[in-house]
């Protein structure tokens, strides 16, 4: 082959290698982003529904709720202004404490409970993962300015 | 005292680093030999400088010193001696001096063998190298001296993080690392070929050895934290598609991309521009690595504390490194481009799918880490892409690239007539794909098309990657054998078969099960029966533990007995899982014990994991390959009558 022609060969196979992997990606891509919601929203209402989507906070201390013998849990997890009653069936991670920060995937059933299929504790002492970080900062500020945050009043469900 | 030694080491390395990047960049550019020759006694002076302080770290945490920060966080009195060892390089600065050790450690190599580059070449690239170092050390003095004094000094200190505390852990890291930095040997190459203008197959030859050994290194690096993670972290999987993990992955694809065409470069004079291109890549992707682990941005196990500053410098490095790279290639790359032409069915050809289908596999890798950066900055949604979609999506590039590795390795170079590689090729073609059925459907029971093609390209890879190391065997005694380089090269693709063998069967018939057990009980998975025999506390030097004894049997047969346990770690309180498994060639049986559930049970995950063992068996004979590669004769040779000549040269004027 020409130097010419190879180069054309090679910019033609690279070419079609991205247009059908960039195709294929984007395809799949929809399928697969999860999105966080914040706690605050799910109790708004504010979620994807009908699909998986994750949300983090704190576990609520003295929530945490197990059947003897059986591997199902239950769970409250707070953003410090709302928070969510969660059920998950497994293994907790070793990190998983009440009071301390929890990441779980999964979706809200029609009685606003929170099916968990995955359920991630911080990794270590220093640690929380940043968006949950976010969302905790955000909903302490509002609480310090005692100002109304627009969503729903939740601290009267919580207690 | 000592820790202030250490400091002051590292600025007198760094001042040595200065001297090392700009005097014998200057005299090459001069062609002033005296220049160039401080070079080789900067880079010695700059490891040596280093090393104290690196022994100085070490030293503060053996001798428990709790004044200094580092020390204070990272380790704690009764930690093993082992372990204190490996805290140096557990979290951020100790790491990042590591780091900056193998860097003057690879720079030492470079300037220990290389008499057989030309001065001024060898200047340039040990002149890049110092570059290079200047960035690192400055990272470190600037943003984190690992020596800070805490006052007053502690008592005693907060211990190393449980999941770190473990043999496979303690080596990962340098492993790892040494990888990594060593394609900043590549990228000095192709800088010093960009600078000089010069670039021939004597300069791919050159780069060829120090690229592989990187690679070795980064392959072994990458399985074992594979390894550690899926024992360790006791949830049993072996890849997880994290951040940190892919930011180790990308750069070993283009690495694998980069060996492949710095064949062709060297054989056949071609591809120069790509392979320059590839170097470039393979240390940027490095680099962005370490940005994503440092800068904490992303959500991973590996990430450290977050800080901003340090993100930013190292992304302003990044930035420098990435950007003045690319402007001297877009500067000199274009002159360097030869007109050789090759055959459409040539190994040059497989070897150019290769490279794009790799490329296309690290162009997806990349998009599923960054994406969502970029989405939480357009728009500031969260999202997180999900380990199935990386799944799905690396099957796209990877299935074509095996099949066509089998077929490439029998291609022969410039052209190939057809006939004679079809004959070739006709029988293993047979036998795989009569293997791609069997292995499935008799071994395990059951097939799909996936399956059959998963196993079928991982017979296709190794039958291929036997008929070259099975004639160099024979060929033993008398005519001259098949060189080194071929054996390695198929040594290295039989990993790659295996590897796909015990990804397919694994990720298909693995079976993962949560379920309750108390003692006394029995339950069974896969076949097999686990039954509790009992409960009981022992006691480690910083931990205490529940140990659970289970016994594995199948149909009624006595088959091992395995002990997991839950420890508690005494200074941190953090609760630790520790898998107990029973290991084989053909499958793994895998308890990690849960949780406590109230009337005595426990929550066990019990798992059955088929030829798991043949995933990290694939990547050490890949980096075995990579090894036997580097032994060819042609790299030592022409050393020896080099490093002859300039003994005769310098004896001459004496």
Redesign the interface.
């Known amino acids: 082959?020409?130097?010419r022609q190879?180069r054309m060969?090679?910019v033609g196979?690279?070419a079609l290698?991205?247009a059908?992997?960039a195709g294929?990606?984007l395809r799949?891509?929809q399928?697969?982003?999860?999105?966080?919601v914040e706690i605050s929203d799910v109790a708004a209402g504010n979620y994807p529904k009908e699909r998986n989507f994750?949300i983090g906070g704190l576990v609520v201390s003295g929530s945490l709720q197990?059947q003897?013998?059986?591997?199902d849990v239950s769970f409250d997890v707070t953003d410090t202004a709302c928070s969510v009653p969660v059920v998950y069936?497994?293994?907790?991670p070793?990190?998983f404490r009440e009071g301390q920060g929890v990441v779980a995937h999964g979706r809200l059933d029609n009685d606003g409970v929170f099916k968990a299929d995955k359920i991630m504790a911080k990794?270590?002492?220093?640690?929380m993962?940043?968006?949950v970080a976010d969302s905790l900062a955000k909903h302490v500020q509002d609480k310090a300015k005692a100002v109304p945050t627009g969503g729903p009043e939740c601290e009267s469900n919580d207690s | 005292m000592i820790p202030e030694i250490g400091q002051f080491a590292l600025i007198l390395a760094l001042s040595l680093a200065i001297c090392q990047a700009v005097v014998p960049l200057v005299g090459a550019h001069r062609g002033d030999t005296g220049m160039m020759r401080v070079a080789r006694t900067a880079a010695t002076g700059q490891f040596l400088f280093i090393a104290v302080s690196f022994a100085c770290l070490i030293w503060a945490f053996l001798s428990d010193e709790f004044s200094v920060l580092y020390v204070a966080n990272h380790s704690q009195l009764s930690l093993p001696t082992l372990y204190k060892v490996s805290a140096v390089w557990g979290a951020h600065e100790g790491s990042l001096l590591m780091w900056i050790l193998i860097l003057a450690a690879w720079t030492l190599a470079v300037a220990s063998f290389s008499s057989d580059l030309p001065e001024a070449f060898a200047a340039r690239v040990i002149g890049v190298l110092g570059l290079l170092s200047v960035g690192f050390l400055l990272f470190a003095i600037l943003t984190s001296n690992p020596f800070e004094r805490l006052v007053p000094a502690a008592a005693d200190g907060g211990d190393l993080n449980p999941l770190l505390q473990d043999p496979g852990l303690a080596i990962h890291p340098p492993l790892l690392y040494i990888g990594y930095v060593g394609f900043s040997v590549a990228f000095a190459f192709a800088i010093a070929a960009m600078l000089s203008g010069d670039l021939d197959r004597t300069w791919a030859r050159w780069t060829r050895p120090w690229t592989t050994l990187a690679w070795m290194f980064l392959t072994l690096g990458i399985a074992l934290g594979s390894w550690w993670a899926y024992y360790e972290l006791g949830w049993g999987g072996w890849w997880f598609w994290d951040a940190v993990e892919n930011a180790s992955f990308m750069p070993w694809l283009i690495g694998t991309a980069l060996i492949h065409s710095l064949a062709v470069t060297e054989k056949r004079g071609l591809f120069k521009s790509w392979t320059l291109l590839l170097a470039i890549t393979a240390f940027s992707l490095s680099l962005l690595g370490t940005f994503l682990v440092r800068s904490g941005i992303i959500v991973s196990v590996h990430a450290f504390a977050t800080d901003p500053t340090r993100g930013f410098f190292i992304l302003t490095f990044l930035a420098i490194v990435v950007v003045g790279a690319l402007v001297l290639y877009a500067w000199r790359a274009p002159a360097l481009d030869s007109d050789v032409g090759f055959g459409l069915l040539s190994r040059e050809t497989f070897l150019l799918l290769n490279n794009v289908l790799l490329v296309v596999a690290t162009a997806l890798v990349l998009i599923g880490t960054l994406s969502p950066l970029v989405i939480e900055m357009a728009t500031g949604g969260k999202i997180s892409i999900g380990p199935p979609w990386f799944n799905a999506a690396f099957l796209v590039p990877t299935i074509p690239l095996v099949i066509l590795v089998g077929m490439g390795m029998h291609t022969a170079w410039r052209t190939q007539s057809a006939s004679p590689w079809l004959r070739t090729l006709r029988f293993p073609a047979i036998a795989a794909l009569v293997l791609g059925v069997v292995i499935p459907l008799f071994v395990y029971g059951r097939a799909s098309i996936l399956l059959v093609v998963g196993c079928a390209a991982a017979a296709w890879i190794v039958i291929m990657a036997l008929i070259p190391i099975v004639r160099a065997l024979r060929r033993e005694r008398g005519a001259a054998g098949i060189t080194r380089s071929v054996v390695g090269m198929s040594v290295a693709h039989l990993g790659v078969g295996l590897f796909v063998l015990g990804v397919t069967v694994v990720s298909a018939f693995g079976v993962e099960s949560d379920r309750a057990l108390s003692p006394g009980e029995s339950i069974e998975v896969a076949g097999y029966e686990f039954e509790m025999k009992g409960l009981s506390n022992v006691k480690g030097p910083n931990f205490s533990a529940i140990e659970a004894e289970i016994e594995i049997r199948k149909d009624a047969a006595y088959v091992a007995t395995v002990r997991p346990q839950k420890r508690q770690y005494l200074v941190q309180q953090s609760l630790m899982t520790e898998a107990g498994i029973h290991a084989g060639l053909d499958k793994d049986l895998f308890v990690a014990l849960g949780d406590q559930l109230g009337n005595g049970s426990w929550s066990v995950r019990i798992q059955y994991k088929p030829l798991i063992r043949f995933i990290w068996l694939g990547a050490l004979v890949m980096a075995l390959g990579g090894l036997i590669a580097i032994s060819d004769r042609r790299y030592r040779v022409r050393e020896r009558k080099e490093a002859k000549a300039a003994g005769a040269a310098a004896e001459a004027p004496a």
């Open positions: 082959m020409k130097p190879q060969l090679a196979l690279a290698g991205i059908i992997a294929l990606t799949a891509f399928d697969n982003m999860m999105f966080f994750r197990r003897e013998g059986s591997l069936t497994g293994v907790l070793d990190l990794h270590d002492e220093d640690y993962a940043p968006e």
